[in-house]
């Protein structure tokens, strides 16, 4: 890894990052799904250029900021998978953003579709279905009622999405969460059509369920952490150890009597971490060695004895537990080739929650 | 709490910033120690300023960038309490930093102070010492060590410096944590002694122990999240509720069969969690409700029956577990007094990771 910048960073394979993005094209041409990637991943625009480019149909993102920084980049197809509370003040961004682009939001509630038929006329709309993950979305039989009070409000409904969520939980729920956002999004399109509705899109869509979920009703998919993968991923069986993308890159800074301390702490790491996955990252190049415990700017990793492990002033590389956060911690990512740091990705929309 | 911004965002309440700054100093002016505040939590030019003017002897910092930054506003006396290992480009912008302010920093190696010495002569040096943490930091005995290999590389040792984070295992680690700084400081200085060495300062700090381990040998203390307090801090006693003065504003966007969603998640609350405090921050005005998991935008609270609960639209008051993550995912703080925004307190450092 390059010795050219300053550590901690964020240190992207470009070459991998570019067969990431068509592997998963490909497997959605074939299937003849569009793939409408979750940008909050990278929430880089240059990225977002590069799934584009490959025949993404769109993008989708989290926040009304992540999708005014997208839009002012020039994507002009944009869902924002969220049910947004149009306040006042986001009324007035969301009308500004609708005048520009043909923008697309989520909805999930009676209250919720009235605020924002409120705020944007004719705005297009989806409604979140709940396939299991139980966090927003409604369950199936409900979406008839929040397309009568969406249709209402004066918002046009165009279609259904869910995120099985769910598929997360452990390495064994991925083929049941696939099929529980085929089902309930069926469900819920059969229940529109049954009060004379008719929609465009059913949109799924994870990491660990796209390639899975790509069937029967479901005509777009939204994964996001595809485009790097990380050590999650990895673990459910939804990226290959060798299309990992992403790193931390780190300096060993100290070497204590059983561990060493990197410089990539949890303001680097994030920590976030699933309950069934130890530790917060693992380096790359020395099998056996995890990321224990996470401060601020320390990150302590425990040295077994025998195992190999990096000396003091070395750098290594880690392999985060979930890039999401990660990306969001930086304002840029450099992109390796070869060894060799050839570009910089501005992580544009970073801390654009609102 | 006001209207006019959107959520998520964070605010401060000015006032309580104020009186927790004020009251810090005050008890170090009694007991005759200097403050040299921790501005990692804050990153924030404004309040390093505030801090300064109640009576602060310097501030310290957790990396390089943190420095830069603080040095760039003006704040002349900077201490990295890191073992910054001077790599190529490090050593180049340490020499530059110290060639513009009397800059401090830690060391606790052989080797890290051989790097350090060729990267700038003649800079003061603090040995950090491990009173029980066991991260970084060398076992007091070996203070000697570290002061001999500095002074030959050309480094000034003017101290040594502890953090007493063990203090945050629980609620009773506290007390013997204070012990332990006092007394790992206590021999350092001893050792330093034996061989000749007269040092000025010997540096305790945490926020927990800052008010115990001001005693005996110690001469400094570096707090740092008492000028926000936090959950965590309330918990281990460190932080009256009342006190508390930094908050995430969030928005109710849905409402479960037995949960509520916040559009606060792990992008803006942090996933930072002690293992001994269940959940990921309370809503300040509804007793009984916290937030169970956290997506990257979504936070879902469980709704138990019969416990008063917002509806869907409304606006909520959260205290994150640590604020000094939080403080690092955001751009700004909004100055909150007597329910109206006054100020903007930009996060001057925020990112300054490297």
Known sequence: MPED????????????????ITRMQVAMNE????????????????????QLAAGASGITVGTLGEAETFAAAGCIDVFIAYPIWASERKAVRLRAL?????LKVGIDSVAGSEQLGAAVRDLQVLIEIDSGEHRTGVPAPKA?????????????????????????????????AADDEVSALGAAVDALGAMGLRIDTASAGSTPTALRSARGCVTEERPGTYVFGDRQQ????????????????????????????LDCGAKTLSKDRKPWMPGHGILLDFPGLTVDSLYDYHAVVPTPPG?????????????PNHVCPVVNLFDRIHVAVNGQIVDIWPVDARGKNA
Chains 1, 2 share one sequence.
Do not use: Q
Request: contains cysteine; glycine residues 10%; hydrophobic residues 50%.
């Open 5 to 20: 910048i300053d550590t901690p960073c964020l240190v992207a394979d470009g070459d991998r990052v570019k067969a990431n």
């Open 144 to 176: 008839a009622e929040v397309a009568a009070a969406a249709t209402r409000a004066g918002l046009e409904v165009v279609g259904v999405y869910t995120h099985g969520g769910h598929a997360y939980e452990d390495a064994t729920s991925v083929i049941s």
């Open 98 to 102: 609708a005048d520009r682009i043909p």
């Open 307 to 319: 195992v190999d492990a990096p000396k003091i002033g070395e750098r290594v590389t880690v392999v």
């Open 31 to 50: 299937r003849g799904i569009r793939l409408r990637p979750h940008a909050k991943t990278h929430k880089s625009v240059a990225i977002a250029g590069m």
């Open 234 to 261: 990895v673990s459910l069986g939804a990226a290959a150890p060798e299309d990992v993308a992403l790193f931390v890159l780190a300096t060993v800074v100290g070497i204590g009597e059983t561990w060493l301390v």
